[in-house]
C-alpha cells in the first residue's frame, strides 16, 4: 500500500457561497490536502479544485466523493484524477 495523489473539483451549491470558508470546511473534512485552488467556471460561478495526496486503500475513489459532497455548500464534488506516487 502507497500513497497516490488524488484531483477534485467541487462545485459550490451556488455563487453565493462564501469559497474560503468552504475551502476551510473541505480541509478539515479530507486531511492531507496539499493544494487549493479557486477555478473560473462562467456567470460568477467558481469551481474549487484541490489535490490531496492520501493512502491508496484499494482505489475507492467513491468514498472520496461522497465525503467532500457532505460539506455544507458543496453542490457537486468529483474526482479528476488518481495518480500513484
Known amino acids: 500500500m502507497g500513497s497516490v495523489a488524488v484531483i477534485a473539483r ?11 470558508k468552504l475551502k476551510a470546511a473541505l ?11 479557486e477555478e473560473p467556471i462562467g456567470f460568477g460561478l467558481k469551481a474549487i479544485k ?3 495526496v492520501i493512502n491508496d ?3 475507492e475513489t467513491d468514498a472520496i466523493e461522497r465525503s467532500l459532497s457532505e460539506v455544507t455548500g458543496v453542490g457537486r ?9
Open 57 to 59: 486503500a484499494g482505489g
Open 10 to 20: 467541487v462545485m459550490p451549491e451556488s455563487p453565493d457561497v462564501d469559497l474560503e
Open 77 to 85: 464534488a468529483e474526482i479528476i484524477e488518481v495518480t500513484l506516487m
Open 50 to 52: 484541490l489535490a490531496a
Open 27 to 37: 480541509k478539515k473534512k479530507l486531511p492531507g490536502i496539499q493544494d487549493i485552488k
